[in-house]
């Protein structure tokens, strides 16, 4: 047990940030592919990562490691204190058992391109599915907990409605309100615009930055330059699985260091 003198988890370091997320090295191969190559990222806790890239650059597969859907070949991902997929356990490191897997999954929110809402419940159904199903709170509690998060998403009387009878956007709101409810530490969103028609994209950016405004820390994989030059503490920019700059949004999108950074933000913006 730590004394109370002891510095609380999580650690701080020199520059006093307060890592949440900490890739160091993480390599990914599908086969003989080798898509990650090794990637040095960290987010801070209450910080907006905007992840920016061609397609087939790794962007998703990333995401996907933090998020426990790949299995890294190689460093290490830290996320509030503890590696990704490893437990401590008598002073030595374990394989997570899969209880300790969906532990640390509940503390990471994902919102993907596709919706994914379950087609056969209502907006609200889908909010409260895993607080009760999961989590095990109340009925009840969970269900003023999901009235509250859909006003939030600017959905407030969309509660009984399917998924069908909502459109692209609004159904991507709902997914963000689903991911909120289980009150992640992290969220993550993969490209959640680029399935949507242009004239939506809008309210669900909206809706993002709010949330990056009431301290959530997240990683948003995404192709808008905008978001990412507003509401951006750091952007990065992925290419062949490395990182090819980092820095902030000034920096990166303003006056990119690299050719590649540059001959894809003239092919976005
Ligand atoms: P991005 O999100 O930046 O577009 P991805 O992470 O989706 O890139 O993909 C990176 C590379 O990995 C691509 O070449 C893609 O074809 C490949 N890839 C992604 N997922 C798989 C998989 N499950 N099996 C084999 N190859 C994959
Ligand atoms: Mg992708």
Redesign the pocket.
Known sequence: MNSILESPSPVRTDENRLPLVQAQGVRKN??Q?Q?LKGIDLQVDAGQVMCLL??????????L?CINHLERIDGGRINFDGELIGYAQRNGKLHEMKPREVARQRRGIGMVFQRFNLFPHLTALENIIAAPIGIKRIPKAQAIAQAHELLEQVGLGDKASLHPAKLSGGQQQRVAIARALAMEPKLMLF?EPTSALDPELVGDVLDVMQKLAASGMTMIV?THEIGFARNVADEVVF?DG?VVVESGSPAAVLGNPSHERTRAFLENVI
């Open positions: 599908y086969g592919l898509v890239g061609p397609s087939g650059s790794g962007k998703s597969t990333f996907r993969d994989v992925m699985g």
